[in-house]
């Protein structure tokens, strides 16, 4: 097997631009990164950083009127980005398939979901009633639904929360999608049904050896569960690497920042929190500079100014895009 | 329990019942705390488990159908009409959706300045002058941003907003739930430093209700977590996230996800789902989830019990704490 067929996504360039009442939204751009086979990625981000932008338009699942998609996304070898809505269906399923932050509104609530499964299985994969039937019970078995064949006939109302998380899991992996996009699979679930879901994806992604991209806010979510993590703002890589590099070695003030930011379990209560003054920026009207400067405490006139590019750090597959790097912490710390 | 300190809240087996008959749901079912002058009480759990419910209860924004709840001494249930709206000026409540708990067609300054119009005890001046000064206290420049609406916010803002107000009639207890839960880290930790500022200026008592384990540790003096209408354990923050005595809790720690690529996988995951509190299991709440469950638990409610000085469990089984 070449180098080549080990990736299986390649996004090069990407941006997406909504055209508004205030005038053209670059809510992604300038993204590139590649991705493995059977890996899991992080991407991490605040709210409006264009986290789910970017795995909404890897998938091409953007709006059809009002935007405008440049660069390439090569999904195991097809072009997504200007390719037919046709094209984009055959691919959604068998290649790649999303799991949606919400549960509650992302199953149809008055069709049992055994149908809501059944529905990719004939359609796509052109099964019998009786074998699409069979199927999606072994699927509710495989997610860690109990007694499947008995829940094959529910409604999602009957379901928990966490419970229909796992339907819609069952759903995306309907095909066997060689690449599963999770946005924020988990907000909104309890912590302990939050564990269940995240090693379930886990075991799942052995399994099937799929490759996971696990969009979420949480750095907790991301810190033990990915092997690389992609840290966006304001629609663009600020940092990626490998995940103990990027929490460890960080360069981007910005990541150092969200990291210090969060209240941590082992802390000791009252704790002063570290914060970022400010707020995200206007995507609308964005500088020339660094998005980020108006909030750093490190900002020069260059930063406001000039673009800083991803540039490698010492560490191999480590980039970070900062004209003001923190030092290299590799050495120095245990 | 000898404390020599007067409690400034005491809730003595606190019950909410939605609905009746078969239907009846007990939400809250007999909880107990004191809540000390100048504390912050946490109070966490997973959905359902009643910890809103108890808040609201507190304000009496839904009826507790029984138990007692006093504050400084008065016993808040009995109180009606004028009575309980003056005594209810010592308590504020902030809510967890900071835009939906403003109006969006109303002027900052008049949003904060509403629970100062409603009781007119001060001047149309002084009143001017409390409300400019309570919006910068919270971090929001009158001159600037009082005459804007609250729509034109955003949420972190907002909640900033909702900060001022529930300050406005300088209440004693301010009951927080969910307060940060729909902000981004960045803007989260600056509410957290910013409620700390405050309840250290105003000489503030806080309820500090959420889901986020770490966020309660952060903010707390001491820490009640809550299973399906019950407390379960209670006691200072540091002892009890360091060494947890009921199973519950130990579980609740070890799903919480820490931001260490280093810190270890979850031994542990708790397996099922919360029971439905229309059906609640007998005996002790979680023993159908708890792995260390005996015979002795379906039978029998446990009480709680000291384990170390301030820190009660409700467990037949109590974990060993590992005393320093």
Redesign the interface.
Known sequence: MSNESEKLLIVNNLATTFSTAGGPLPAVSGVSFEMLRNETIGIVGESGSGKTVLSRTIMGLQPRTNVVVTGSVLLNGNEMVGASEDFKRGLWGTEVAMVFQDPMTSLNPVMRIGKQIDESLRVRLGMSKVDAKARAIELLELVGIPSPAHRYSAYPGQLSGGMRQRVVIAIALACSPKLLMADEPTTGLDVTIQAQILNLLDELKERLHMSVVLVTHDLGVVATRTSRIIVMYAGRIVEIGDTRDVFHHHRMPYTRALLESSPKVSNASHTRLTTIPGRPPNLLKLSDGCSFAPRCSYATDRCHNERPELQPADEPAHSFACWNPLPTTRGASA | MTDTTQPLLRVRDLQVTFGRGRHAVSAVAGVSFDVFEGETLGLVG??GCGKSTTGKALMRIVEPSGGLIELQGIDLIKQKGRALRNIRTRMQMIFQDPISSLNPRRRVKDIVAEPLDCWKTISGHERDVLVSDLLSKVGIDPAVYGNRYARQF?G?QCQRISIARSLAMRPKLLICDEMVSAL???????I??LL?DLKREYGLTLLFIA?????V?????RVAVMYLGKICEIGP??AL?EAPAHPYTK?????????????P??AQ???G?PPSPLNPPSGCRFRTRCPNATQRCANEEPLPQEVAPGHQVSCHYPLSITRK
């Open positions: 997973e959905s955003s972190g981004d880290v960045s803007v989260q930790a600056q957290l430093n700390e889901h986020d384990l770490a966020v540790k952060n903010v707390s003096d923050a540091d996230y579980f609740l720690l070890g799903a919480a996800l820490e931001a260490d690529p280093d810190s996988m979850h995951v708790l397996e789902e």
